[in-house]
Antibody, heavy 120, light 108 residues
């Protein structure tokens, strides 16, 4: 049973860098069948795609967030990470990691989500 | 990339059928068959309900079906049940990913 679990600080100060990690268990992280993605959801709002990464390290980002993002992958630890720089209160959201099937472009497995608040 | 357009809310009575639309452009919904739909209950992570526009993952009820015409994809739920009350999101994958704004389904 494949499971994804987000981890990281729940509180980040404005202008600092938000860092989250998604641990993947029960699956071959090196499979070329999947992308590994980050999505966020502002309180009471809809889903917003942040970006995804292939096991090789090739990443694609949301155009609106690209300048502040870095997604990386560590296949030896079966996890991938998100770094978002220069955060503001507008980055307060629940952050999800998810597995994406390459051929279908479908987010088939999601983590439970982690709430990140940006506040001083 | 603009969000895909969904109605903010729809409602139906138990046993009825409802359809949620998702309108995009030739660059996303209209240009590719990689449209997926997600169900999200309050406080929970989204769940994949439909992929490639019309296909259901294993374990998803056949009461859920998807279709597409031009730049608009649709999700139909037949035989509405109380547990179907949730938020529903469409998604288009075309290199980059775009989600719809979400539709709140009320089962009255």
């Amino acid at each position: 049973q494949v499971q994804l679990q987000e981890s990281g600080p729940g509180l980040v100060k404005p202008s600092q860098t938000l860092s989250l990690t998604c641990n993947v268990s029960g699956d071959s992280f090196n499979s070329g069948t999947y992308f590994w993605s980050w999505i966020r959801q502002h309180p009471g709002k809809g889903l917003e795609w942040i970006g995804y990464i292939f096991y090789s390290g090739s990443a694609h980002y949301s155009p609106s967030l690209k300048s502040r993002l870095a997604i990386s992958v560590d296949t030896s630890k079966n996890h991938f990470s998100l770094k978002m720089s220069s955060v503001t209160a507008a980055d307060t959201a629940v952050y999800y990691c998810a597995r994406v099937t390459v051929r279908q472009g479908a987010f088939d497995i999601w983590g439970q989500g982690t709430m990140v608040t940006v506040s001083s | 990339q603009s969000a895909l357009t969904q109605p903010a809310s729809v409602s139906g009575s138990p046993g009825q059928s409802i359809t949620i639309s998702c309108t995009g452009t030739n660059s996303d919904v209209g240009g590719y068959n990689l449209v997926s739909w997600y169900q999200q209950h309050p406080g929970k992570a989204p769940k994949l309900m439909i992929y490639e526009g019309t296909k259901r993952p294993s374990g998803v009820s056949n009461r859920f079906s998807g279709s597409k015409s031009g730049n608009t994809a649709s999700l139909t739920i037949s035989g509405l049940q109380a547990e179907d009350e949730a938020d529903y999101y469409c998604c288009s994958y075309a290199g980059i990913v775009v989600f719809g704004g979400g539709t709140k389904l009320a089962v009255l």
